[in-house]
C-alpha cells in the first residue's frame, strides 16, 4: 500500500485479556517504530526495529509489552494481561532511512 | 536525556493571521528536530524537518521553522492561516549518532477561527 496501515483500527478488550497490534509498514523500509499516544503521557516511543532486530526497546513500560517484525515488514506489538492504563492509541511509523517516519493511523485501544 | 518543551498548549487565531507555535529542546548532544501535525482522528503527518544545513526549512502546507542553536528552538510559522490548519502540532527531536527513537513534546493545539 502507499502508506502505514494498521489493523485493528479499535480494540476494545477486558481486563486481563491479552491483544495483538498489527503494523504493515512502507514497502522497503527498513526502520519501524511502536509509539503510544495517551492523555496522560501525551506520545512516548516504545520499541524501534532495524530490520528484524529491535536495538532499542527501551520504552516498553513492562514484561507484558512484547513486539516482533517478520521478513523484514510486518510487525505485531503484543500487550498480555492488559491493565486499565494500557488504553491509548498504539502509533506504528516507518522510514527508510535516518530522519522521522511515516506514522499509520493508529489502533485505539480500550481496556475495560 | 533531551527532552521538548511546547510552551503553548493551546493557540487560538483568526483566520489569514499569522502564527507562531514555539518549540524548545534541551539535548547535550546535536539533534535532529520535526515537527508535525495530527488531524482530528488521524495519525501524524510531518510537516519538516531540521537534518542539517540551511537553518530555516520550509514544509508543506506554507509552514516553516528556524533553528536555532543558541536559542536551542525550532518554532514553527505560517504567515496566514487557514481554517484547515485546526489540528495539533507536535515538535519532535532526535540525538544525532544515537537511538533513532524520536522525543516528543506535549503538542499545541491549533485552533483557527473564522
Redesign the interface.
Known sequence: GAG?SQSPSNKVTEKGKDVELRCDPISGHT?L?W?RQSLGQ????LI?F?GNSA??K??LPSDRFSAERTGGSVSTLTIQRTQQEDSAVY?C?SSLV?????????TRLTVL | AQSVTQLDSQVPVFEEAPVELRCNYSSSVSV?L?W?VQYPN?????LL?Y?SGSTLVKGINGFEAEFNKSQTSFHLRKPSVHISDTAEY?C?V?IQGG?????????TKLTVNP
Request: charged content about 15%.
Open positions: 502505514v526502520a517504530y509509539y501525551g506520545l512516548e516511543f524501534y532495524q536495538p532499542d527501551s520504552g502509533l511509523a535516518a530522519g522521522g517516519g511515516f506514522f499509520g493511523p493508529g | 535532529y520535526f508535525y488521524q495519525g501524524l503527518q510531518l524537518k537534518l507536535f519532535a532526535r537511538s533513532e527513537k524520536l522525543v516528543f513534546g506535549k503538542g
